[in-house]
């Protein structure tokens, strides 16, 4: 058995075969420095594959033992270090035993010869050999035409076995196969076998692409050029990231907690999108709504804290007074600490604006330890965007209550409706409507999104609603909130919370140190009481602001960067001018057919004015000031009222006869309604007609029945507010409104004097200033009064 010594170097993912001339790129230090012995000593190297190409450097039992002695045709370096060989495969041989060398492997191999037995069996195995070779490259356009033209000219049939097996799209482990066999006809028939199996494959390869072919649309051919498309991204560095969307939107949905009804749903949406061709228009709809489904908080809630005491102190930091929906919102809070689960309560804050709603919404969440999140509900008329819209519509998205707990991003929120007296409806639908289920403790917990499709549970939010006025709400609406009535601030109020809120929140936003500007008690009600009317304190709010941007335009103007500045109430007229309201609106003495009433309105209560004059005529009554039906009708009560206590007045029983009689309220471009002025113009009315003056310092409200019975009104907090601003010492007040008295600040209650009465005839006594000795009412008989208007028939009532 001869054998040599030859430097060896494993291969990876190749096998080199006789005749066959390969380019290798060499970077191993060991393969480089068997390749330099060869070229050096011009002698064969020995290539052989390596079992396993991850290993970089593999040991003998590694490699395997049959491979190709080969000659190094040319060596070319490269400027990274590693070289480019070119070799020619010459014969096969074996490894005998391995050698060792410092620098390279080398190995004593020995020559294996082919055993060619020329039968007629060999004869038909190398004919089919090439037949199918051909049919082979055919298919493949990878083997070049000149392969084909020098294999038909090769006569030795080993050498035409390697050539053919060099060229074929085998796998390393099949290739060594062939190169380990020596027999020439088992060599040839395990190529054949290789070479029939790899025709199939192409046959089947080309059998699918010409039917993918045949159906291919204009949306597939959009699906491959996209898909090109983020391949050219990808190369030049514009999605490098390469992440599958599907797949980050598959373990979204594996991790996010879902409801099963959900988790089905969005798994299912998931498959058609997989399936669906990127740049069709369904594909973002279904992707938008995977998102949205995502997006939504299902269980993921805030931990919040439970403490009584601090919750209390955060929200008399944030807020003065309003003690009704604090103790309302620390009931909620003791009953959760002591149930698990409790429906989120719904309530509904109604006042004029100004006075904190909104805020103390902010407040609420702050006290709870929630997320805050606030829709304003004002000019909404869309039954849509509280619902959202269905996705079969363009364009469609879910509505905003949904919208809002994607913003929250909890499933227990303190959700602010503001303005929900502000909402509108037209031929798209009433959003009001749409509210109830949202607003129903015992329905929004399968609240169902037109968009979404899906029951999404509301019961855990605390919603806080906020309105100026009950009469823009519809009743069913009103019926499923607790209604808290937040009424305006007093004086005092509006001293304290300009102390400890509003004028340090504007220092700070105008670049004033606490110590720069001091406001003394008598400027802050100087600007309360002639600078600004309203119930709440915005108006109040800018004042201040406008004070702050003087002072800083005088710091400057005078250079005086640390100047101190004191503002008392006669500095208020230098920095605001010309006062805009008349401190007071009390009348300074007592007057003929003048009487003041009481109103309430959206933005707070208000003094009004009632005049009347008599004029020679013919029995018309002229009710001007812009009233409405309500207000009118109550001018007719009165005066009916008025006319049958004519004879007990001292009046002509046909008096209304000779005179025309005009009621006017002032202010007549603001429209006025409601039924509380009744007692206020029939006082009017009597003191015109008997020319008795009306106390200036007393006011009065009271809705009037034809019999004279004083009924009850609404608002008796806003007009007694009302009352002590307008300088007015007593007031008049039905007396069925005594038990809303309670609910009036105790400052207010001890400034007035409140009188409470059940008929006109003893506010008439109270409110007339008579002369000295005299009554108002006479004494006449009641035959005498219902006399003339007595049916014959009928007893005359005594």
């Known amino acids: 058995m001869n054998t040599s010594l030859y430097p060896l170097m494993s291969l990876r993912d190749i096998v080199v075969f006789p005749h066959m001339v390969a380019p290798l790129v060499v ?61 020619e495969g010459k014969r096969r041989a074996e490894v005998v035993s391995f050698l060792p060398h410092e620098q390279f492997m080398q190995a004593e191999v020995r020559i294996r010869e082919n055993s060619d037995e020329n039968t007629s069996e060999s004869v038909v195995f190398v004919r089919q050999l090439l037949e199918k070779f051909q049919e082979f490259a055919g298919l493949n356009r990878k083997i070049p035409r000149e392969v084909l033209k020098s294999i038909k000219t090769i006569e030795d049939n080993g050498k035409l076995v390697d050539v053919v097996s060099a060229h074929l799209p085998l796998q390393s482990g099949e290739k060594q196969t062939i190169l380990e066999i020596d027999s020439l006809p088992q060599r040839i028939e395990k190529l054949l076998e290789y070479i029939n199996r790899e025709l199939e494959l192409a046959e089947l390869e080309k059998d699918i692409n010409a039917r993918v072919k045949k159906r291919m649309t204009k949306t597939q051919r959009n699906y491959f050029l996209g898909e090109k498309v983020k391949e050219i991204q990808t190369e030049i560095g514009q999605n490098e990231d390469g992440l599958d969307e599907i797949g980050e939107l598959e373990e979204s949905i594996k991790k996010k907690k ?47 804290h439970l403490d009584i005491n601090k919750a209390e102190k955060i929200l008399n930091e944030d807020h003065y007074g309003l003690e009704k929906p604090k103790e309302r919102i620390l009931e909620y809070l003791a009953v959760q600490a002591q149930v698990k689960k409790l429906h989120g309560p719904i309530l509904c804050l109604v006042g004029p604006p100004g006075v904190g709603k909104t805020s103390i919404s902010r407040s609420v969440a702050r006290a709870m330890g929630r997320k805050f999140v606030r829709l304003s509900l004002g000019g909404v008329r869309d039954e849509a965007e509280i619902r959202g819209h269905r996705r079969t519509y363009v364009g469609a998205m879910p509505g905003k209550i949904i919208q809002s707990m994607q913003r929250a991003g ?14 509108s409806t037209d031929f798209r639908g009433d959003p009001s409507s749409a509210l109830l289920e949202v607003l129903d403790p015992e329905q929004n917990n399968t609240f169902n999104d037109h968009y979404l499709d899906l029951d999404y549970d509301l019961s855990e939010v605390f919603f806080i609603t906020t309105a100026n006025n009950l009469e823009g709400i519809p009743l069913p609406l009103q019926d499923r909130m607790e209604i808290i009535r937040l009424n305006g601030y007093t004086e005092d109020e509006k001293k304290n919370i300009a102390e400890g809120y509003l004028i340090p929140k504007q220092l700070k936003a105008n670049g004033f140190k606490p110590e720069d500007i001091k406001m003394t008690d008598g400027g802050v009600l100087e600007i309360i009481r002639r600078y600004t ?15 702050c941007r003087k002072v800083a335009r005088d710091r400057l103007k005078r250079k005086t960067p640390d100047k101190k500045y004191k503002i008392t109430a006669q500095s208020v007229l230098k920095y605001l001018g010309t006062p805009t309201y008349r401190y007071g609106l009390a009348e300074e003495r007592d007057k003929v057919g003048l009487t003041t009433g009481l109103a309430w309105t959206s933005v707070g209560g208000e003094l009004l004015q009632i005049e009347a004059a008599l004029m020679p005529g013919t029995g018309k009554m002229i009710v001007t000031g812009k009233l409405g039906d309500v207000m009118q009708e109550s001018a007719q009560a009165a005066l009916t009222y008025v006319r049958s206590r004519a004879m007990l007045l001292g009046m002509d029983p046909d008096f209304y006869q000779k005179v025309d009689i005009h009621v006017h309220v002032p202010e007549g471009a603001i429209p006025k309604d409601g039924p509380s002025a009744g007692i206020t113009i029939a006082t009017t009315l009597v003191s015109a007609i008997l020319k008795l003056p009306v106390r200036h310092e007393l006011a009065m409200t009271g809705e009037i029945t034809l019999r004279g019975r004083v009924l009850p009104i609404g608002g008796l907090t806003e007009k007694l507010l009302a009352a002590k601003r307008g300088n007015i010492r007593e007031v008049i007040i039905p007396k069925e409104n005594e038990r809303n008295l309670a609910d009036v600040p105790l400052k207010i209650r001890k400034s007035l004097v409140i009188h409470c009465m059940e008929n006109v005839d003893e506010v008439l006594e109270k409110a007339l200033v008579v002369k000295e000795g005299e009554t108002l009412f006479k004494d006449a008989s009641l035959s005498t009064v219902y006399g003339d208007f007595t049916v014959s028939s009928h007893n005359t009532p005594h």
């Open 258 to 304: 879902l409801p099963a009804l959900a988790r089905d749903l969005a798994a299912k949406e998931l498959k058609k999108l997989r399936n669906m061709p990127p740049m069709s228009a369904e594909t973002t709809v279904v992707r938008n709504y995977i998102d949205c489904i995502l997006a939504l908080p299902w269980k993921k809630k805030s931990r919040g």
């Open 410 to 423: 909890v499933a227990n929120p303190v959700f602010c409706l503001d303005e929900v007296d502000k909402m």
């Open 533 to 547: 009317r309203e119930a709440g304190v915005r108006s109040f709010e800018r004042t201040i602001a406008s004070i």
């Open 27 to 87: 970077g191993r230090s060991k393969s480089i420095h068997a390749l330099e012995d060869a070229m050096e000593k011009r002698t064969e190297i020995f290539l052989v594959a390596q079992q396993d190409s991850r290993i970089d450097d593999p040991e003998e039992s590694e490699i395997y033992r049959v491979g190709t002695l080969a000659v190094v045709m040319q060596l070319l370096r490269l400027p990274d270090g590693t070289i480019k060989a070119l070799v």
